[in-house]
């Protein structure tokens, strides 16, 4: 059942298992060094789905701070800093990797160890994943769009890489921040490695889940400002037009943020129940796709009844809660179908094969951004046809 407290490491750390550790406030580099040494020179490799777009990739990550509001997660008091990731299309045609010019490290070892353990998976398993984006580059001419991500509770910006490289391919400046005490590991500039500190289950998940989402929220505005300022815009690309993705609680913070500032035109929400936003009383009155694989859930009910803009609810018939995310292609490196018990693993990997759901998850999020922050026509959002027969159209607003 699609709750609240369905995000994952509230059910990994209920599982209490040693098979299972939760990483704690004293992971150190040093462990982080001995995890990825622990994976077993015949485990298999994950490798992110190749991109499917024209344009080759460029990442590079840096810190931001909003000295506009104090952070409410910190143990001192101080402004909210952030990490933000970019990938975006550079002008040459994509190469075939080369050692002179490798693709970037999926994470950082602390990062790593910290995802590692908190989500059960075999240590050392993010230290090789491969991915398509190069550091550096210049971004192509004519970038007009940029993507801001938000990712799920206790997860990470990294885990939704395999669809930032996909947008990036077809013309996006994708932004996916991390949000700092929320993520499960954060690292910074000058070495500090911050681990998430919300509480598993709060007394009160109503006002919990309130507050998080309007620290997201105010966390996207942020980025928001930086893409679109004016002299020194982000990473040097003056956009035009900024939608917003979210994976799990990610979501409803996309949801919120379109619901409360008009810079954003589009929202897309990755199975994320609408809690800690008002967006299923009020709806929304600019574009906004539900893409879901979780059963209908009376949050989403309640958008559609009030929903005024465009608007689409799609199914992705046989997938987990984190088939849009990157973890289906990491699952047999990480060992996750022998670390996780079947109901967790069959409710959040599914039964689709990973390569069919980041094809189809990287088509329709491709589709709705390039229909609506670059207004080209996209069938699919209107029919899914036999090219993609996992999905099913649940529901529809507009032309």
């Not at 353990?117 to 398993?125: F, K, L, Q, T």
């Not at 800690?276 to 059963?295: M, Q």
Request: overall charge positive; aromatic content about 6%.
């Amino acid at each position: 059942m699609f709750t609240r407290r369905a995000a994952l490491t509230v059910a990994l750390a209920a599982l209490g298992s040693a098979a299972l550790p939760t990483a704690t406030a004293t992971a150190t580099a040093t462990a982080a060094s001995a995890s990825a040494s622990a994976l077993p020179r015949s485990a298999t490799r994950a490798v992110l789905p190749r991109p499917t777009g024209r344009h080759s990739v460029s990442t590079r990550s840096l810190p931001l701070t909003d000295f506009g509001r104090t952070d409410p997660f910190a143990s001192r008091p101080g402004p909210r800093k952030l990490m933000v990731q970019l990938w975006y299309p550079t002008g040459s045609p994509a190469p075939a990797p080369h050692p002179r010019n490798p693709a970037v490290p999926y994470t950082d070892p602390g990062t790593a160890a910290a995802l590692e353990a908190d989500w059960g998976m075999r240590p050392g398993v993010l230290k090789g994943v491969g991915t398509y984006a190069r550091a550096g580059g210049r971004p192509a001419a004519g970038i007009r769009s940029a993507v801001v991500v938000s990712h799920g509770r206790g997860a990470s910006r990294i885990l939704t890489s395999g669809l930032a490289e996909e947008l990036a391919s077809h013309g996006h400046l994708v932004a996916a921040v991390d949000h700092t005490y929320d993520a499960a590991a954060v690292r910074f500039p000058d070495g500090r490695l911050v681990l998430g500190a919300l509480p598993a289950e709060p007394d009160d998940w109503d006002a919990q889940d309130r507050l998080e989402v309007s620290v997201r929220v105010a966390d996207l505005r942020c980025v928001a400002d930086a893409l679109c300022r004016r002299g020194r815009p982000l990473a040097g690309v003056p956009v035009q037009r900024v939608g917003l993705l979210g994976h799990s609680l990610g979501g409803a913070a996309a949801a919120e943020a379109l619901r409360t500032d008009r810079r954003f035109v589009a929202g897309l929400d990755l199975d994320g129940g609408l809690f800690g936003t008002t967006v299923p009383e009020t709806g929304l009155d600019r574009p906004f796709l539900l893409l879901t694989s979780s059963p209908d859930h009376e949050t989403w009910a309640r958008w559609r009844a009030r929903h005024r803009g465009w608007g689409r609810h799609l199914h992705l018939t046989g997938g987990g809660h984190l088939s849009a995310t990157d973890v289906p292609a990491l699952a047999d490196a990480a060992g996750l179908r022998e670390r996780w018990p079947e109901p967790l693993f069959g409710e959040y990997l599914g039964t689709i094969a990973p390569h069919r759901a980041a094809a189809v998850t990287g088509a329709c999020t491709t589709a709705f951004f390039d229909r609506f922050l670059l207004g080209l026509h996209r069938p699919l959002l209107d029919a899914p046809g036999p090219r993609h027969p996992e999905l099913r159209l649940l529901w529809t607003r507009g032309a």
